[in-house]
């Protein structure tokens, strides 16, 4: 029996933006809809906690599961860095307007970290 999988959404898309063609990697879940009290992603350790404390109640699988980057630039930026603390290695569910359709990418924190020594200007 294979797992459920679930596309998980910072906020509810604005009107006009449709992420249906998204449903074709899981269903979807939003972590706050507009009822949400979310703390203000300008007090960015509330704000991660709580997108840490929601992607925990929905039972966040990073194995299987995506995240969708859609919304404030700014609190998409705040929430994957929060994420990435918790698990290092998650889904990206982005949108190539080339291809016209989504595409999921592993990203991996710890990757990226091991490539720092290389990539880094020297400090001398």
């Known amino acids: 029996m294979t797992k459920q999988t679930y596309v998980y959404l910072l906020e509810e898309p604005k009107h006009g933006i449709d992420v249906s063609m998204a449903k074709a990697f899981g269903n979807i879940k939003t972590l706050f809809n507009s009822d949400s009290r979310r ?3 300008f007090k960015p350790n509330e704000f991660g906690a709580a997108v840490i404390r ?3 109640s ?5 194995e299987v599961d995506s995240f969708l980057l859609t919304g404030s630039l700014v609190c998409i930026s705040v929430a994957l860095g ?3 603390t918790v698990w290092p290695r998650v889904n990206l ?5 080339i291809e016209g359709r989504y595409l999921c990418r592993p990203f991996d ?3 990226m970290t091991s490539l720092k020594d290389s990539v880094a200007p020297s400090r001398n």
């Open 39 to 41: 703390p203000s992603v």
């Open 54 to 56: 929601e992607l925990e």
């Open 58 to 62: 929905q039972g966040f699988d990073p």
């Open 82 to 84: 929060c994420i990435m």
């Open 93 to 97: 569910l982005l949108f190539s307007s």
């Open 109 to 111: 924190a710890l990757e």
